[in-house]
């Protein structure tokens, strides 16, 4: 059975850090592009980065340089480092694998408040 588990969200401050992970099962991890997306209340989801089976890595533009993610194909785990974190990041945070096929995980909230 496929899984995706996100974790490592939570409540920060503003110009703080948090680093989410996702750790999949039950296909070749290391044969899949990992993704991550995030979702804001009452607003489409959004690509914010990818990391290919090369370990290429990709971001949307409004990560600015913020965001680093990464992956670990012995452990299943992909990663996404947030750091200077901004209360427009605030949004549930998920991870997607894809090949020619796609997996989603439920997703982890981050909520970025003083």
């Known amino acids: 059975q496929v899984q995706l588990v996100e974790s490592g969200g939570g409540l920060v401050q503003p110009g703080g850090s948090l680093k989410l992970s996702c750790v999949a099962s039950g296909f070749t991890f290391s044969a899949y592009a990992m993704s991550w997306y995030r979702q804001a209340p009452t607003k489409k989801r959004e690509w914010v980065a990818l990391i290919t089976t090369y370990d290429t890595a990709r971001y949307g533009d409004s990560v600015n340089g913020r965001f680093t993610i990464s992956r670990d194909n012995a452990k299943n785990t992909v990663y996404l480092q947030i750091n200077s974190l901004k209360p427009e990041d605030t949004a549930v945070y998920y991870c997607?694998?894809?090949?020619?096929?796609?997996?989603w995980g439920q997703g982890t909230q981050v909520t970025v408040s003083s």
């Open positions: 997607q694998a894809r090949r020619w096929d796609e997996y």
